[in-house]
Structure formats: structure tokens, C-alpha cells
């Protein structure tokens, strides 16, 4: 009896039936294939994502796999997930090198803006995205202390050297000045500053840079409007704030923000963080003071709900002592909620760049595939 050929027109077939969650189309016809490759009777596939964060990647791995597996006459696959992290086409003002702006903002202080800010950078980069992080919070920068790095950043002459810490390349004031020191800045020294850090600093090739803002409405999210062009905006937030309306004023600031700047500055979405409260002992996340504003607040808002972080004690031992939350307890639900924040984050800006209407991490169009 002879044995069935396998060939890369039956493999193709087989993945027209794995539909992406968010575009309702087939991997195939969306252009996610990279690659074929059959020898004997195993098949190897490469399916490449718009970013190495998407939170649908294990599903749609799994899918072509059991695709693939069912056809006569195969017996081993491989199928290996792939990103290329594309930049918007207008990049008018944009930094050279760095694709990707998001800025992490927030009514007011103390939400965990920066908390968010380092989680969802180290979440990223474990994704195995290239990332930065910027911390414009000239006031009060903080991210020397949640990132464990104090050593002064070089200088070659020309430019300054960021430092690196859990595959993150990072930035921030807090590296020139004396801790607790109290430093005194007028509105035109922090655009300097700013402008500064986003030029004047070695970033060199960055799928994302995320920028810690400080609280407020202030100079420095006007500064950093005006001198780059922002992918999209994450509004931090507390349980407290959606009964102050403290969201709905950060999120019109942005949109006066970007009419001011002469382009778009849209919403990534909100992020309600300090929710419930995560038992130490168990993880089990429990209401005290109820739930449910966050979705909300979102929707009569009209942004995505990103992610809901739960108030844990290891939280704030994690920023205390350099290690950002995710890698100290990455089993615990806070660590759960920053990572799928991160894929949202990635996911929403893979959909803008593309031009989808709803978060979507595909290629569709964006370059050759085996299916053109
Ligand atoms: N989910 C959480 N659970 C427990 N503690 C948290 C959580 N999120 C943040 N914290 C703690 O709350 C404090 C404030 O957080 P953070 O510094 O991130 O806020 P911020 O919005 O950046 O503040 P600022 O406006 O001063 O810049 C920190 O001590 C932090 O460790
Ligand atoms: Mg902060």
C-alpha cells in the first residue's frame, strides 16, 4: 500500500480552518503563514504575529497543530510562532528606531502608574519584544527603585547609554540626582529634559517603549504629546476613581491633548488596579468594597477594559525591592492580570498599526505569505 504524500497545498487546506478569535478570518487567508516544510511525513509551519505578545498565540499554535496532525500521512509537526512588530507607516516625528510609544497616564497619584508602567514593560520583553522603559516622572521618578537600578547611566560624548535590567532597556532622572533630594523644575526645563531622554539616549531598535508619566495633567504629558507621536494611551485607575469620575478627566486630557498636538492620541484602554484585595495566603481575590466599576467605567467611557490588578501585599514589597512583581510571584493572580494586560496592550496596538477594528495580532496584509 502506498504511503500518502503530504504536500504544502494539503497543509495550507488544513489551516484554512484555524480562524483568529478576533478577525473571524483563517490564518491562511490573513497572511499569518510564513513557511512550509515537509519531509516525509513530518511538517513544519511558521505562523508570524504582528506581536510576540498576542495573547491569542498558544491557541492559534495549538489549533494549527491539530490541523495539520489530522491530515493523511502525517505523523510529526512543528509549528513555530513568529513576530515582526510592525511600525505605523506615518512616522512623522517618530523617534528613529523605536516603533512603538505607549504612555502610562492617570487622573491622579499614587494608582500605580508606574507599577503598571514596569510590569508591563518586564511582560513584554519576556514576550521576547525589544522594550524600554521611560520614566518621564521627573518629580518623583520611581523606576530606579522598582527596577533595582541606581548605577549612573554612561555618557560617550554624544550619547547616553540606557541601563538594562530584566530585558529592559531604561531610562529615567532618578539615575542624575541624589536620592531624596527634592528637585525644582519649570514647565519649559521638563520639555528639555524629556526631549532629552527621547533623543539623546542610545535607545536603539525598540518595538515598544512604554513612558511612566507623572500624575495629572501637567507639563510633561503636554511636553511628550507635542514632541513625539504616541501610539496609545493606558489610563491607570483605582476603584475610588470611577466614583470620582477621575478616569473620564484623564481620558478628555488626552483627547485635548492630542487636538492640541495636531494628531490622535488614542486610549489603549484602562487599567483598574488596587481591586479587591489578593489573600496572601491563598491568592483567592476577594470585594470588599465591591467590584464591577471598572467595566463600567470603560464602557460609558467607550475604551477596552485592560486588565484588573488586585491590591497584594507582594505588589508593593516588589517595588520596594527592585524586582518587579511578575518575576517575584509570577504565579499569583496580580501577576496573571499584568501579563494579559500586556497581550491587550500589544494586542490593541497590533490592531491600530494594521488598521483592524478590534485587537487583533495578525499580518494581514502587511507582507508576502504563501498564501499570495
Ligand atoms: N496592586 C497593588 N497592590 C498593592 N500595592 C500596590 C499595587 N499597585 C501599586 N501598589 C503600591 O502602591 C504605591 C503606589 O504605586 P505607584 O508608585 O506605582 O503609583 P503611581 O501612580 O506611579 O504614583 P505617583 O503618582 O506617585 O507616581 C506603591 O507603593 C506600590 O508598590
Ligand atoms: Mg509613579
Request: proline residues 8%; hydrophobic residues 40%.
Given at each position: 500500500m502506498s504511503k500518502t504524500v503530504v504536500t504544502d497545498q494539503a497543509v495550507l487546506n488544513a489551516l484554512r480552518a484555524v480562524i483568529d478569535p478576533d478577525l473571524g478570518r483563517d490564518i491562511v487567508s490573513l497572511g499569518f503563514v510564513k513557511e512550509v516544510r515537509i519531509d516525509g511525513s513530518s511538517v513544519g509551519a511558521v505562523i508570524q504575529l504582528t506581536t510576540p505578545a498576542c495573547p491569542v498565540k498558544d491557541q492559534l499554535r495549538v489549533q494549527a497543530e491539530n490541523a495539520i496532525g489530522?491530515?493523511?500521512?502525517?505523523?510529526r509537526v512543528n509549528v513555530s510562532m513568529t513576530a515582526a512588530v510592525y511600525a505605523p507607516t506615518?512616522?512623522?516625528g517618530g523617534l528613529p528606531g523605536i516603533k512603538h510609544v505607549i504612555a502610562v497616564a492617570s487622573g491622579?497619584?499614587?494608582?500605580g502608574k508606574s507599577t503598571v508602567a514596569v510590569n508591563l514593560a518586564v511582560a513584554l520583553a519576556q514576550s521576547g519584544a525589544s522594550v524600554g522603559l521611560l520614566d518621564a516622572d521627573i518629580y518623583g521618578p520611581s523606576i530606579p527603585m522598582m527596577m533595582g537600578a541606581d548605577e549612573q547611566p554612561e555618557f560617550d560624548g554624544e550619547r547616553i547609554q540606557p541601563l538594562f535590567r530584566f530585558g529592559v532597556k531604561l531610562m529615567s532622572m532618578g539615575f542624575f540626582i541624589e536620592e531624596d533630594r527634592a528637585v525644582v523644575w519649570r514647565g519649559p526645563m521638563i520639555g528639555k529634559a524629556l526631549q532629552q531622554f527621547l533623543h539623546d539616549v542610545s535607545w536603539g531598535e525598540l518595538d515598544y517603549l512604554v513612558v511612566d508619566l507623572p500624575p495629572g495633567t501637567g507639563d510633561a504629558p503636554m511636553s511628550l504629546a507635542q514632541l513625539i507621536p504616541i501610539t496609545g494611551v493606558v489610563v491607570v485607575m483605582t476603584p475610588q476613581d470611577v466614583a470620582q469620575r477621575i478616569a473620564y478627566k484623564a481620558v478628555l486630557m488626552f483627547e485635548v491633548l492630542g487636538e492640541s498636538a495636531g494628531r490622535p492620541l488614542p486610549i489603549l484602554g484602562i487599567v483598574e488596579n488596587m481591586s479587591g484585595f489578593a489573600c496572601p495566603k491563598c491568592g483567592a481575590v476577594t470585594h470588599p468594597l465591591g467590584s464591577a466599576g471598572a467595566q463600567d467605567a470603560a464602557t460609558r467611557l467607550g475604551v477596552p477594559l485592560l486588565g484588573v490588578v488586585p491590591m497584594d501585599p507582594t505588589v508593593t514589597v516588589a517595588g520596594d525591592t527592585g524586582h518587579p512583581s511578575i518575576l517575584l510571584d509570577p504565579d499569583s493572580p496580580q501577576a496573571d492580570a499584568f501579563r494579559r494586560i500586556a497581550g491587550q496592550v500589544a494586542a490593541r496596538i497590533s490592531a491600530i498599526t494594521v488598521g483592524g477594528s478590534k485587537e487583533a495580532c495578525g499580518s494581514a496584509g502587511a507582507s508576502p505569505s504563501l498564501a499570495d
Open positions: 489530522a491530515l493523511p500521512g502525517v505523523e506615518e512616522r512623522a491622579k497619584g499614587g494608582v
